[in-house]
């Protein structure tokens, strides 16, 4: 946010890991335009929102994508770091006393005195354990716990509108998931409120959905996990989406005029 504010840029990603996985400067040689991504590893929708008027407040926008998915479209996923920010840009003096602050300069400080890289985020379980621990203990709590987001539908209605009234392309990106993940949806019987995500997002804005049973998402070597695609996925969804070169993404045409 920091960045942004003083380099605001017209054109921007919102989403969580998936999203951020995209390379600006690829998006760059895709489109000839440039983008800034605004995505953040584990967002919520909460902090989609946030961050859309923190952008919209600073800038022109020109075009807007959001990432959502089933677990993100999600009452029940209420993280709000976007907040963060604007309580250190009021008070400095809160930046000092962080958690997160605090803790990444232990990590920084203990680096530096020993030599020893604690690579931070590096899984310590073999590939199929880790498969399975973010299936059951990150998809599966997310969905367990799921409560349709009727009070984040009204809010990105308020930014679908908002965006018609300026002139702004406004897009989502439902992201591959691997058939795994997409057998949760029915173990946890959630088939309605899947499919309500698709008709409420196509009623706002351009839809392109990935995530549904083919060739890419039927394979475990496209997947670094059952929710996050490979690089040469991501280069897919680029060609897709920013070029035109539709093979696997459904397009759905907005119904709301935009």
Known sequence: ???????????????????LALRTERLREASGEDYFNFAYGGASLREMIDTFWFAARRTKLEKVYIGLSLNVYNDYNVTDRAKLFTSVEENPALYFVNRTVLESALYGAHSTLTGVDPQLGVPT???????????????????????????????????????REHGIEFSFIIFPTHADARRLVADFRLERENELLRRD??????????????EV???AAN???????????????????????????????STSGL
């Open 201 to 214: 997002l196509a009623g706002l804005a351009t839809v392109y959905d990935f995530d549904y049973e083919n």
């Open 217 to 219: 998402t039927t394979n």
């Open 125 to 163: 379980m073999t590939r199929d354990a880790f498969w399975q621990d973010q299936l059951q203990n990150v998809t599966g709590a997310y969905y367990k716990s799921y409560v349709y987001p009727s009070k984040y539908k009204q809010e990105l209605r308020k930014i679908a509108d908002y965006c």
């Open 1 to 19: 946010m920091n960045l942004f504010r003083r380099a605001p840029q017209g054109k921007i990603l919102l989403g969580d890991s998936r999203m």
């Open 223 to 253: 997947f670094d996990d059952p929710n996050h695609y490979t690089r040469p996925v991501g280069e897919m969804i680029v060609r897709e989406v920013w070029q035109g070169r539709r093979q696997y993404a459904r397009k759905y045409e």
